[in-house]
């Protein structure tokens, strides 16, 4: 009751308005206020109401970070075969993967296998090194994300630089090949080298104990690998222990790029007498190796490999600058781009082993190449198509002359790419002008080094 009393009294006492004394007195309060107080409360009233440029930032943020995680959940909530599904409604039955097609034709496991990654698809891990790479114990310098390259990129063509005297690390930084099927699966997240072959192996029985990757530091010159890291024992060891734990059954190797050297090297190596060699004896290859199937070998070397150690303007470089011109002559971050990469890649003596051999023969001189104006011979063939006439010289076909011209395996420019052998200036090595260009835009960059190098150097 006291309640009802209290908010009778309060609705009494409090002025309703259709009281025309409270109006008026309300009105009076209005008439009180200062003008220039009204006017800053308009004028902050509309500041409210405004919609400024960080809102705008802060929604389009909020945006994007929304998006994103709807769609992160929705690629862990769809099932893993979805995308399957998907391309099978567009295009139809997806053929099975060649391992699937070799399992149901019966195959398993009887050979070992090891692969020989090329140069520059192993993976190499810090397991040492100065300041400057402090917290990056066993983290990747090479392969993977790279991200190291953008966050320190001084720091990471010191580490992967080798000493120009030993042709082994600096002091103070070891640099190792990374261990493991691992070491060359994937060149970069969605860049397959052996990932696929793994897996389709993988199908039809094969694991980590009847597959090996005989990774290996591929910088470094072949003899250096077991100098340092003792890898061409270790391959030996791995070759014979996969060998004698799958019933005597031989390895098959499957080398790639540079590795079909390195691994042709090994069967000298292994062969050899000790102490230079592996002192297996003269049969060791025969006894465990079943078949070697090589891709991809240079066995007469890479022109590519000519074009990196004049210049570092090799095949994708030359597409980079033909992409954003003057970007790799910019001193960016303050990585001078051309200088650093030469400076690190002129210290890997395992480019010289890609260097083109064979001389004029194989490759030609500035004006021909042997492929140029020749077609292969023909001959004329009887109806059982085993036996070849070859009675009389007039049943050959000779070969018919054609103007072909394949271009120049090295060349600077444009203007001494299409000139005459007889017009452009050879230049001695040894009496090359120095110069600080570090780009090359002419055929006479070509023999310049560094400004502060000379021959000795």
């Known amino acids: 009751m006291s309640l009802i009393r209290r908010r009778k009294q309060n609705e009494t006492s409090r002025p309703t308005r259709s009281d025309p004394s409270s109006?008026?007195?309300?009105?009076?309060?209005?008439?009180k206020i200062p003008a220039k107080d009204q006017n800053a409360e308009e004028i902050a009233l509309k500041k409210l109401r405004k919609w400024s440029c960080i809102d705008s930032c802060c929604w389009l943020i909020g945006s994007i970070c929304v998006t994103w995680w709807f769609l992160l959940f929705l690629y862990n909530a769809i099932p893993a075969s979805f995308n399957q599904y998907v391309t099978e409604a567009i295009t139809g039955p997806v053929p099975d993967p060649p391992g699937v097609k070799l399992k149901k034709e019966g195959l398993t496991v009887k050979h070992p296998v090891v692969f020989v990654p090329g140069i520059v698809t192993g993976g190499l891990e810090l397991w040492e090194g100065h300041q400057c790479a402090e917290g990056l114990f066993r983290k990747r310098l090479w392969g993977g994300t790279f991200g190291e390259v953008y966050k320190r990129p001084l720091c990471w063509v010191e580490h992967m630089s080798l000493d120009?005297?030993?042709?082994?690390?600096?002091?103070?930084?070891?640099?190792?090949?990374?261990?493991?099927?691992?070491?060359?699966?994937?060149?970069?997240p969605g860049y397959f080298v052996w990932a696929v072959l793994i897996a389709n192996l993988a199908r039809i029985g094969y694991e980590e104990k009847t597959m090996y990757m005989a990774a290996y530091d591929w910088r470094i010159s072949f003899q250096n690998t077991e100098v340092r890291d003792q890898t061409l024992s270790r391959i030996k060891s791995n070759i014979e222990l996969m060998v004698a734990t799958n019933g005597g059954n031989k390895a098959v190797i499957i080398p790639h790029s540079m590795g079909v050297l390195y691994f042709l090297h090994f069967m000298k190596w292994v062969e050899a007498p000790a102490p230079m060699g592996g002192?297996?004896?003269?049969?060791?290859?025969?006894?465990?190796?079943?078949?070697?199937?090589?891709?991809?070998?240079?066995?007469?070397?890479?022109?590519?490999?000519?074009?990196?150690?004049?210049?570092?303007e090799a095949k994708d470089i030359a597409v980079i600058r033909a992409t954003a011109p003057g970007f790799l002559d910019n001193d960016i971050f303050r990585l001078q781009t051309l200088q650093h990469v030469m400076r690190m890649t002129r210290t890997w003596d395992s480019?010289?082993?890609?260097?083109?051999?064979?001389g004029d023969t194989i490759w030609g001189g500035?004006?021909?190449s042997p492929e140029e104006g020749y077609t292969p011979s023909k001959r004329k063939q009887r109806n059982n198509d085993t036996q070849v006439a070859n009675e009389d010289d007039s049943e050959v076909v000779a070969s018919q002359r054609k103007h072909v011209n394949f271009g120049r395996i090295i060349s600077?420019?444009?203007?001494?790419?299409?000139?005459?052998?007889?017009?452009?200036?050879?230049?001695?090595?040894?009496?090359?002008?120095?110069?600080?260009?570090?780009?090359?835009?002419?055929?006479?960059?070509?023999?310049?080094?560094?400004?502060?190098?000379?021959?000795?150097?």
């Open 366 to 368: 500035l004006d021909w």
């Open 351 to 358: 480019t010289m082993s890609m260097i083109p051999k064979g």
């Open 164 to 188: 120009n005297e030993t042709g082994l690390d600096p002091s103070g930084i070891r640099v190792r090949p990374v261990s493991g099927l691992v070491a060359a699966d994937y060149f970069a």
């Open 23 to 31: 109006i008026d007195k309300e009105d009076d309060n209005k008439k």
């Open 279 to 312: 002192g297996g004896g003269p049969d060791w290859c025969a006894k465990h190796i079943k078949t070697v199937m090589n891709i991809g070998g240079p066995f007469f070397g890479v022109p590519k490999a000519v074009g990196g150690l004049f210049s570092a």
């Open 412 to 457: 600077f420019g444009k203007d001494i790419a299409e000139a005459p052998s007889s017009q452009i200036d050879m230049i001695d090595f040894r009496g090359a002008v120095k110069g600080n260009s570090v780009a090359n835009n002419t055929c006479r960059d070509v023999w310049t080094e560094y400004h502060e190098m000379g021959y000795e150097d």
